[in-house]
């Protein structure tokens, strides 16, 4: 399954985030934004519930990340 996840940051630098997401093996891409959202990144897991223990575990949990939304892909 893939999902984009948009990621508001606090005091983070966006190179620091943005590295340390493109280390995880399920971020096939990561962008840093202008506008509302700092960063999106893809995720591709291999299962739906995957999704929320990643994103809690493995991106909020990264510090200077405020809040982030979740959009899963339907095709």
Same mark, same amino acid.
């Given at each position: 399954m893939h #999902? +984009?996840?948009?990621?508001?940051?606090?005091? #983070?630098? *966006?190179?620091?985030? +943005? *590295? #340390? @997401?493109?280390? @995880? $093996?399920e971020v096939k891409e990561v962008h840093i934004l202008f506008g509302e959202w700092d960063i999106i990144a893809k995720l591709e897991?291999?299962? $739906? *519930? #995957? @999704?929320?223990?990643?994103?809690? *575990?493995?991106?909020?949990?990264? $510090?200077g990340v405020k809040l982030t939304s979740t959009m899963i892909?339907?095709?």
């Open positions: #999902a +984009y996840v948009q990621i508001g940051l606090d005091d #983070a630098k *966006e190179s620091d985030i +943005y *590295e #340390a @997401l493109k280390a @995880l $093996p897991l291999t299962a $739906p *519930e #995957a @999704l929320g223990t990643f994103v809690m *575990e493995k991106i909020r949990s990264l $510090p892909i339907a095709k």
